[in-house]
């Protein structure tokens, strides 16, 4: 009975460990985030990432800065060694979804005048 009940314990801790885990970036996180693509500063994402221990492709979808998805932003900003370093960080299914606004990166990209981005560049080789 007590062994049971130790059981099921332990699987309910272990089931809120790893729920734990897909909590995406706080706040503060995200502004680090935006502010080191706006930056073009790879080195500032990846340690940001390596500090809250999540992957790119667990919190690509959650985090926006100013309104727009990471490689968006990226876009936005000319910052293409941060953009190049997501299109190859994101699986490629990522990059062909569509954002919040309807358009996936690429087509988004070519809408607004980003035809020449060495992140579209990027983007077109992986797809």
Known sequence: MIQGRISAIL????CLLLSSKAIALDIKAAESLCHAIAKDDTVKVKKTLRKQRVKLKRIYQDVMCNGRSLLKFALERSANEVGQYLVEQLPDKM????????????SWGEHNGYEASPILKAIRQRI
């Open 11 to 14: 699987l309910a801790i272990t």
């Open 95 to 106: 990059l062909n979804d569509a954002g919040p606004d309807g358009y996936m990166v690429l």
